[in-house]
């Protein structure tokens, strides 16, 4: 029965999403144009962009819960978030140094974000196996914040040192938004997650074990130092396509993960499953606000999830809490 | 006309506080240093580094930002970094007698830290032609070089009024940047240029000089041509999403570089000219 609800309901918001957006179109037009009939450019706005960014921004927000829910079981912490592990800072010190350095063209940005991604992923892994040969959580921690603000102070140099508007820009494109979607980052990002994706739910069982401590875990068969490596490497690829084609959304895998624990239970048979979709149907929301709030202009999808996630999350703790 | 006079009457304090000082007056509303005679000049801003070398006293100017490029004489001049936020120690350094400041909230600390170091300020924000043609004035006062100001504002005026034409054009947007998608404003400068080549800005209703926006936006404003750097234009020839838009798909894009676009000076009638001939060739 919750399926049902939650699959009706992301069903229903993606159908919103695609109906509204900043150009006034007639909920007639917007059916004609999904079947490809009516003007030209109406047609364009709902199967080309409206459509494709909907997707996109639900596949995103799913990633990101699935990855945040993922990492907080790995590191059993419940800061755990998607960019803790030093991907933001990687990931902005590769966007703005693309942009200060003039490596532009059509895809210079998002693949210079990713490759950035790509590099704090394997200093961290490397650091924390650097303390013996098995992956340790508090040095996974502690190297991933490190390596994040050595990469955002360097960020910080190339902020100081280039012409401003540019710079500007891409920061506004680290906080996040879908102004990129077509149905070749949609297909190319889908088709990368797809793996990931399938193995963070894969591992679902393993993931109720390790939960327990890594002593028990290993006690009850799983081989816990392969799938903590195996963990950190899905999660982590996954977070970095997500910021190649989004920026940095905060708040979804932070907050969805805990907000289903806190109504729906600890077993991350459903818990993995049922953030992807919430994840994916919040993130929707979340651009819709963004782009209808104050239409024309546009806001970074990033500061709509905090903006509607904090508030959710606090009164989630108060009900924990009695 | 009416939407402006609204904008302006729901906006008392926004359009009230434009600067517009009276005689005597900087645009940060201190008195000229008068009686200055100014023979070290540190020009903060692309603008005011250019109408000084216009103005005929490029030699006495000892300091420049980092950005400011035109005329080409003015590339001799030592950089003294950011306009925005100097770094006082550099521009001291220079042992100036005048400093002109680009007047933004942003080097009130700076301009207090030059004053109390005992040199004189001018602070002016040229940020349109009437800007241009009131700073003009201003400095040719303070530099005693009034007559060589009031030829070129009359040359400026004369030569804008020869090129006014009824409104021919259709419509522009204006964008600067792609990730994500970025469009000029009513405020900016290349918003002026469009309008006075005849043309309107189809974002002329965000106040700010640019704005992000989605490329849903641009394409239901059915621009006539779309305007970027070589660039932007190159970008968005690459990605299917932007085919959306009528323009993009019928090739009415409009490659404009140059600082004659970017900041007001006296090339802005041929830039203005350049503007019109180029939009008029595109085929609509």
């Known amino acids: 029965m919750r399926w049902v609800v ?24 917007v059916w004609a144009a999904l079947l490809g009939r009516g003007d030209t450019v109406i047609v364009g706005i709902v199967r080309d962009l409206r459509v494709t960014r909907v997707l996109l921004a639900f596949l995103v927000g799913g990633s990101l819960a699935v990855t945040g829910a993922a990492l907080q079981a790995l590191v059993r912490n419940p800061l755990a978030d998607p960019y803790l592990l030093g991907l933001s800072g990687g990931a902005g010190l ?9 490596i532009g063209g059509a895809w210079g940005v998002p693949a210079a974000a990713f490759a950035g991604a790509l590099l704090a992923i394997v200093v961290v892994y490397r650091l924390a196996l650097a303390a ?28 100081a040192l280039s012409p401003a508007a540019e710079v500007r820009s891409a920061m506004v494109w680290l906080l996040g938004g879908f102004s990129g979607a077509s149905w070749l980052t949609l297909t190319v990002f889908g088709g990368y997650a797809a793996a990931p994706l399938a193995f963070l739910v894969g591992v679902s069982r393993p993931l109720d074990l390790l939960t327990l401590g890594e002593e028990p875990a290993t006690m009850l068969g799983a081989d816990v130092e392969r799938l903590k490596r195996a963990l950190y490497v899905a999660a982590s690829l996954l977070t970095a396509a997500a910021v190649a084609v989004a920026g ?19 077993g991350h048979r459903q818990l993995i499953p049922a953030a992807f979709v919430v994840g994916g149907t919040l993130l929707v929301v979340a651009d819709l606000i963004a782009r209808t709030a104050f239409a024309p202009l546009e806001m970074p999808v990033g500061v709509v999830t905090a903006v509607i996630g904090v508030p959710v999350f606090v009164v989630l703790i108060r009900r924990w809490r009695d | 006309m009416i939407r402006r006079v609204l904008v302006c009457a729901s906006l008392l304090v926004a359009c009230a506080g434009e600067p517009r000082p009276a005689a005597g007056l900087d645009d940060s509303g201190r008195p000229l240093p008068v009686g200055v005679q100014a023979r070290r000049i540190v020009s903060l801003s692309p603008a005011t580094t250019e109408l000084l070398f216009t103005l005929g006293v490029g030699s006495r100017v000892v300091g420049r930002t980092r950005y400011d490029r035109d005329p080409e004489a003015a590339l ?11 770094n006082v120690e550099v521009v001291l350094a220079q042992r100036p007698d005048l400093v002109v400041f680009y007047h933004a909230a942003a080097n009130t600390p700076a301009m207090a830290r030059i004053e109390r170091a005992g040199v004189p300020i001018v602070a002016l924000r040229l940020d349109g032609l009437d800007d241009l043609v009131r700073g003009t004035r201003l400095l040719g006062v303070l530099l005693g070089v009034e007559t060589r100001a009031d030829s070129l504002v009359r040359d400026l005026e004369a030569r804008l009024a020869a090129l006014a034409s009824p409104a021919g054009g259709g419509g522009a947007a204006l964008l600067v940047w792609t990730d994500p998608p970025i469009v000029i404003g009513r405020s900016s400068f290349l918003s002026e240029i469009i309008e006075r080549a005849g043309w309107a800005n189809v974002f002329g ?15 239901a404003r059915r621009p006539d041509v779309l305007i970027g750097g070589a660039s932007v234009l190159e970008t968005i020839r690459s990605r299917a999403e932007w085919a959306v838009v009528d323009a993009v798909r ?28 180029r939009l008029a060739a595109v085929p609509r």
Request: proline letters at 7%.
């Open chain 1, 132 to 159: 013996g040969h098995v992956m340790d959580p508090r040095v996974l921690l502690l190297g991933g914040v490190v390596v994040g603000a050595f990469a955002a102070s360097v960020m910080g140099a190339f902020i």
């Open chain 2, 205 to 219: 209703d965000i106040q700010q000089p640019s704005s992000t926006v989605s490329i849903e936006v641009v394409a």
């Open chain 1, 6 to 29: 939650l699959g009706v309901l992301s069903l229903v918001v993606m159908g919103v999403a695609v109906v509204v957006g900043p150009a006034p179109i007639p909920v007639s037009d």
């Open chain 2, 76 to 86: 001799a001049v030592p950089s003294v970094g950011d306009g925005l936020q100097p």
């Open chain 1, 94 to 102: 590769g966007a703005v140094a693309a942009v200060s350095l003039g």
């Open chain 1, 248 to 266: 940095i959304i905060g708040f979804v895998g932070l907050v969805v993960p805990h907000g289903i624990r806190m109504v729906w239970g600890h």
């Open chain 2, 250 to 277: 019928e090739h009415r894009l409009v490659a404009l570089e140059g600082s004659a676009f970017t900041h007001p000076s006296y090339r802005a009638p041929e830039a203005i000219a350049e503007v019109r001939a």
